[in-house]
């Protein structure tokens, strides 16, 4: 790999967690993180995949660049693609973000799931935009897949919520709840509080599975330590 590559990498990730990153001052914070940017697109041009997954998650997210989506998959396409897998993850949100409305700010795991509903397209929506939505909506579910075999607990998290919403892939409860408790087991608070829900809901429409009360009991108060 190219040193210089990894010199500019090293200094992008310095450059987001320095002291002027850390400031009370907006400025001092942004000018950091467009430096962060600067150095990381540097490397990513050269090959990094791992600054090709900060650089895209700094453009996912619009931190120290301007925000843009299809740029951000750009770079976290690549990244996932060399093996990176928070990268994968991250493109998979990315994906998801960009197909359920491309100017919200950020897409973070609900923190109750259940009261998040399914994301539906409008009726009168040209069928060509419904096609190029579902496309990603699945595209973002491989990547979930992915990073979750490979054992990332927010990916695990995310296919999780797909699974039980039938985001991308058709709706499946159980499966859900198995993805969420591996990633339960990973200590991800969401999935802990995700799986005890589903657990509970279980128990309550059956008497007699006390033990899944138990179990959610135990999620729940494991989110609380985390």
């Known amino acids: 790999r190219n040193h210089d590559a990894d010199a500019h990498y090293a200094l992008g990730m310095l450059a987001k967690s320095g002291p002027e990153a850390q400031s009370t001052d907006a400025a001092e914070v942004e000018a950091a993180y467009a430096a962060s940017a600067r150095h990381q697109s540097r490397a990513a041009k050269q090959g990094h995949s791992w600054a090709a997954y900060h650089l895209g998650d700094a453009y996912a997210r619009g931190v120290g660049v301007v925000r843009d989506l299809k740029i951000a998959e750009r770079f976290l396409r690549s990244a996932a693609a060399a093996g990176c897998i928070p990268a994968m993850n991250a493109l998979g949100a990315c994906l998801e973000r960009s197909a359920r409305n491309p100017v919200t700010e950020t897409l973070d795991v609900p923190e109750d799931v259940f009261t998040t509903k399914e994301v539906s397209q409008e009726e009168d929506s040209p069928s060509k935009a ?3 939505r579902d496309r990603k909506l699945k595209d973002a579910c491989v990547w979930y897949a992915r990073a979750a075999k490979a054992g990332d607990r927010d990916a695990q998290c995310n296919l ?10 058709p709706r499946d409860p159980s499966r ?4 969420w408790l591996l990633a339960a087991d990973r200590g991800c608070p969401a999935s802990c509080n995700n799986a005890a829900a589903l657990l509970a809901r ?12 138990l179990e959610a009991e135990r999620l729940l108060l ?3 330590e985390l």
């Open 176 to 179: 859900a709840l198995d993805v």
């Open 202 to 213: 279980k128990a309550a429409d059956d008497a007699g599975e006390g033990v899944l009360a």
């Open 130 to 132: 419904k096609s190029g």
């Open 222 to 224: 494991q989110a609380a």
């Open 160 to 169: 999780g919520r797909c699974h039980y919403l039938g985001i991308g892939v």
